[in-house]
């Protein structure tokens, strides 16, 4: 029973065939010829996988659980995934020759093989079937990552269809190595078939090659054969396949064809050195300047070639080898570009003798390495092949097979090649197709010749080693300059090139020695450095390290082209080159007969016209010139005082914008091989615009004294002067120095001097004159009087340049700190009083102000106040006061507050008072700085008989009379009354208080009233 396996979404199983089929029906091609070859790409697809349950079972291996029903499935069915896979099969008409790459399933089943987590059952599937060396593996991808299962189909189990559009294999399955060692731990069941397989893929043609028409002669075609041995050529190249660019680079692969001409099969071994290698090569041919350079601008590493398929078109008798060990004889065998693309199978040219066909086997150099898309491939500079950088260029490719058993008679024809032309874009880099015939057994170079009239091509045989091929051109540049260009291709030599020198005759000169190499890459261990050109002994060498300097040095090593170049001043003649072979041996050089310079009859130099002497000013040009006769070429050489001037090299020296330094002697050395000659001395004197060392300074003088600038210049011619004010010139004013004496206000401005001569002029830096005047005053302090404890302020208004400074005195003594044009008193006191004056001061002089006199007042103020009376009425009373104050006070008495009209005096007289006159007396004494108001003085005056005090004498005095009468002063007090006792009741005006009071107080109560 069929299952299909559980497939990822997005993903089916696809029938093959019809469409493919359809695809190809186009083709005019008949496929099935065994003189057709092709290299094929395999598309959609399925791979079915079949198990054997007695099998297994028998053998203990674990059984799909999708089997274990007894119903269950013994075949799966898995989609390939044609994104992921590259398988490409090469064939001989419909027989499959070899296989690359891989394809990759999707789908699953399910294993106890115990490599899945957690203990569920293991997923095995969506598989990576790799190709290689007859073998097919099947790796898991989901939970156990090993090789489950292996297959190697015989020839008759691998089936192409009619149109090549299908590719069928069957072949039995077997437990690998890792199934059986590392998961079932049971070595013996390696190899012990489980079931069977099918893969059934989709193929389309990458590239389908049939070989060029033979042509007579061994080394223009494919026809005809040798006694001595295989003798196997490169029959026919095609299909220039592009595989990206990484950077600049860009990296291609060719399909290859070999044919054995030999009359012995040729061997074709795996796994051994006995197999061929196959190098690839790009050339160009490209116009630079006027001529044509033929360059090498590829190189591949080695396809080693192994499984010969034996196909006929290669000659008769054709007589294939049953064993793909070997090629047999006029058969061929095809490589197409993916084979010579095949990174892990691309060996290193360093490890090759080309001549012998040996190489170490595994090579030593990136044995089964990939990497980038360019890694090891045929790599080419991009904008070597850039359309618009290489107009007019034509391109060859080659293919070149070393093979391990030729003879040395048939080692001369294993390189073919045919035009290349560069097509449309792709990426960064140009899609490269072949077009016209295969030149078989021919190297590239040979395209030389016709495609570039008057070059030539020839051929150094190396003895007991290999071929070389050197091609020459000269090109007449006109102007009495050729131009030489030489290529050597080193075919198969082992022994490599390591200089080459071409004959340079007396006279010639020569120039712009160049040099071309083609860039090993890939980790290749040679060195890159190009080879220096030089001219000594007669001879223009180039040369690279010699092998016992550096073993890696970068000889032209086989399959390689070198391009060495020069321009001369002579024309082409026959000429011996010489190349120095780079590995120790006999002969160590041989020569070749190219085209070299000419030696050349010269006439000395004789000058003609010698150099001027000039005088000029600094900043402009002078040439100096010189004519001489002689053959050419004529060089020339200027010199200043002796001395070589760099670069200086021509009839004429013009020197820009001279200056004191170049001032001196200059002449001109003319040469030619047959001598030279030295022109007489020309003087250049360099004049120059005046430069002032000393500028006039800047001055402050006092008006009325004297002021002088001074310049310092110098100058050739000497140098006249002009000063000016303010920028306009002074009458006059045309020496070094100007003094102004005396100075008024009015000289003060700008000065500066201009200094000029015949080459121009400078100024000076600008003197600024500042004219100070002496201090004055304009207004002077005023005399103030105030009063004391008020402010005091003295002013001064003065003049002068440069602004004075003010000092302030009293009575002729500076005060401190009194530097401003006023001096203020906040708060006087009659010490301050006195004269003022001012002091102003400023470089040029001082004034001193008039004096001011200050009077400083005082307030009035009482200095003694009035006294207090009790009077008995009748009596007189004087209150007083004294005062102090400037000016003198004057005086108002008060009564009770209130002014007493004409009591102005410091004394205030009542000669009789009465009982109206008492009350409070006080005085207000006052001048311009203010008043002052005593204490005031109580007046009390008592009526005789007023026993109470109430200011009357009536009834109600008679108690207390009686009371003081009786009782006494102290009684008659603590009664109440509080007037004077003796005026009160001393009615008799005796002094005291008795009996004798008694009638005239009682007379006073009646009368009511005492007089």
Same mark, same amino acid.
């Given at each position: 029973?069929l ?30 010829t ?8 395999? /598309?959609?697809?399925?791979?079915r ?16 659980a ?12 898995? $989609?390939v ?11 001989r ?72 559009s ?23 069941l390696?190899?012990?078939? #489980?079931?069977?397989?099918?893969v ?36 026919s ?5 592009l ?15 070999? &044919? ?17 290698v ?19 601008i ?16 290669? $000659? ?23 084979l ?43 904008? +070597?092949?850039n ?15 070393? &093979? ?5 008679v048939?080692r001369?024809n294993n ?38 009239? $008057? ?17 020459y =051109?000269v ?24 200089a ?10 020569? *120039?712009?020695?160049?040099?071309h ?23 223009l ?17 086989? /399959? ?24 120790? /041996? ?8 190219v ?19 000039q ?25 200043? @005082? *002796? ?20 001032q001196?002697?200059? +002449?001109c ?14 003087t ?11 500028h006039?300074?800047?001055?402050? #003088? ?5 002021? *002088? ?31 102004? @004496? ?29 004219? =100070? ?17 008020s ?29 401003s ?39 009035? *103020? ?15 009373v ?15 008495w ?12 410091s ?5 009789a ?17 203010g ?22 004498? =009536? ?8 009371t ?25 005006g ?22």
């Open positions: 029973m299952r299909i396996g559980a497939l990822r979404a997005g993903w089916t199983a696809v029938a093959v065939g019809a469409c493919a089929a359809s695809a190809f029906a186009q083709s005019q091609r008949d496929y099935s065994s003189e057709s070859y092709g290299t094929m790409a395999a /598309g959609a697809g399925i791979v996988v079949e198990f054997d349950r007695d099998a297994m079972t028998q053998n203990n291996i674990p059984i799909p999708e089997m274990q029903a007894a119903d269950g499935w013994n075949s799966f069915l898995f $989609g995934n044609t994104a992921e896979s590259d398988l490409v099969i090469q064939s008409g419909l027989e499959v020759s070899q296989m690359t790459g891989q394809i990759v399933t999707v789908g699953e089943f399910h294993m106890p093989l115990g490599m899945a987590p957690n203990g569920e059952l293991s997923r095995v599937g969506d598989f990576a079937v790799s190709f290689q060396s007859g073998m097919i593996r099947l790796r898991d991808r989901l939970d156990v990552h090993r090789e489950l299962f292996v297959f190697a189909p015989t020839p008759d189990q691998m089936t192409l269809s009619a149109d090549a299908q590719l069928v294999i069957t072949s039995p399955l077997q437990v690998s190595w890792s199934l059986a060692n590392e998961i079932l731990r049971a070595p013996a390696e190899g012990v078939v #489980v079931g069977s397989v099918e059934n893929v989709t193929m389309s043609v990458v590239d389908w090659a049939f070989p060029a028409v033979p042509s007579a002669g061994e080394e223009g075609g494919v026809a005809g054969g040798t006694p001595n041995g295989p003798d196997v050529i490169t029959s190249i095609s299909s220039m396949t595989y990206g660019t990484v950077g600049t680079i860009a990296a291609y692969a060719m399909t290859t064809v070999s &044919c054995n001409l030999g009359e012995a099969d040729a061997e074709w071994f795996a796994g051994t050195a006995d197999h061929p196959i190098a690839q090569n790009l050339y160009r041919l490209k116009t630079v300047n006027g001529s044509k350079r033929f360059e090498q590829g190189m591949s590493w080695l396809k080693h070639g192994w499984c010969a398929a034996d196909a006929p078109s290669c $000659g008769s008798p054709y007589e294939s080898n049953g064993s793909c060990d070997w090629l047999g004889t006029h058969a061929t065998d095809t490589y197409g570009a993916g010579n693309a095949a990174q892990p199978d691309l060996g290193p040219r360093s490890e090759v003798n080309a001549w012998a066909g040996t190489y170490p086997y595994p090579y030593v150099l990136g044995w089964n390495a990939s990497g980038n898309a360019i890694y090891k491939r045929l790599q080419v500079e991009v904008n +070597d092949i359309p618009a950088m290489n107009s007019g260029a034509l391109y060859w490719g080659e293919g070149h097979y070393v &093979c391990t058993d030729e003879q040395a048939n001369y390189v073919t090649h045919r035009v290349i032309t560069v097509g449309s874009a792709s990426g960064s880099a140009w899609n490269l197709n072949y077009g016209g015939s295969v030149v078989a057994q021919q190297p590239a170079i040979n395209e030389w010749t016709p495609n570039d009239a $008057g070059a030539t091509v020839t051929t150094v045989d190396v003895p007991s080693d290999g071929r070389l091929y050197v091609g =051109n090109t007449n540049l006109g102007g009495g300059q050729y131009h030489y260009e030489y290529a050597i291709y080193n075919m198969n030599m082992h022994r490599s090139v390591q080459f020198s071409i004959p340079i005759p007396s006279g010639v000169t020569v *120039t712009n020695i160049g040099f190499d083609v860039p090993y890459h890939s980790g290749e261990s040679y060195s890159g450095t190009d080879w220096p050109g030089s001219v000594a002994s007669g001879a060498t180039w040369a690279t390290e010699t092998f016992a300097t550096n073993a890696n040095a970068n000889a032209l090593r086989w /399959g390689t082209l070198y391009n060495f170049r020069f321009d001369a001043n002579s024309p082409p003649q026959s000429a011996t080159g010489t190349i120095t072979l780079f590995r120790t /041996g006999s002969p160590g050089s041989v020569n070749v007969n085209r070299g310079p000419q030696p050349i009859t010269v006439d000395p130099p004789v000058i003609t016209q010698h150099p001027v002497s005088s000029q000013c600094a900043g402009q040009d002078v040439t100096f010139t010189v004519a001489a006769t002689g053959s050419a070429p004529l060089t020339y050489q200027w010199r200043f @005082n *002796t001395v070589n001037i760099s670069g200086a090299t021509s009839t004429s020296l013009t020197i820009t914008n001279i200056d004191a330094g170049d001196g002697s200059y +002449d050395v003319v040469t030619n091989p047959a001598g030279s000659a030295t022109s007489n001395a020309a250049l004197t360099v004049q120059n615009i005046p430069s002032i060392s000393t006039p300074q800047s001055q402050t #003088v006092c008006s009325g004294s004297s002021a *002088t600038f001074t310049v310092v210049a110098s100058g050739n011619p000497s140098p006249v002067y002009q000063w000016q004010k303010n920028g306009v010139n002074i009458g006059g004013a045309t020496s070094s120095s100007y003094t102004i @004496n005396p100075v008024g206000a009015g000289d003060a401005g700008n000065y500066r001097c201009v200094v000029s001569n015949a080459c121009g002029s400078a100024n000076s830096n600008t003197a600024v004159l500042t004219v =100070n005047v002496g201090a004055s005053i304009s207004s002077h302090p005023s005399p103030q009087t105030v009063c004391a404890g402010g005091a302020s003295f002013s001064v208004v003065a003049a002068g340049t440069p602004a004075p400074t003010y000092q302030w005195r009293r009575n002729g003594v500076n005060i401190g700190g009194a530097t044009s006023t001096y203020n008193i906040a708060s006087t006191t009659t010490g301050d009083a006195g004269t003022y004056d001012c002091v102003v001061t400023n470089s040029c002089g001082s004034a001193t102000s008039n004096g001011a006199l200050l009077t400083v007042n005082t307030a009035a *103020t009482i200095t003694s106040d009035p006294a207090n009376f009790s009077v008995c009425a009748g009596a007189g004087t209150f007083s006061v004294t005062a102090s104050g400037s000016p003198a006070p004057t005086y108002q008060r009564k009770n507050g209130v002014n007493i009209g004409g009591a102005t005096s004394s205030y007289n009542i000669p008072a009465g009982l109206g006159d008492a009350g409070s007396y006080d005085c207000v004494v006052t001048n311009s700085c008043s002052d108001t005593s204490a005031a003085g109580t007046l009390a005056v008592t009526l005789q008989a007023d026993a109470n005090c109430d200011g009357t004498v =009536n009834n109600f005095d008679i108690d207390l009379f009686v003081g009468l009786v009782e006494g002063e102290a009684a008659w007090h603590a009664a109440g009354p509080t007037c004077d006792y003796l005026c009160a009741l001393d009615v008799n005796d002094g005291s208080v008795d009996n004798f009071d008694i009638d005239p107080f009682t007379s006073c109560v009646i009368a009511l009233g005492c007089p």
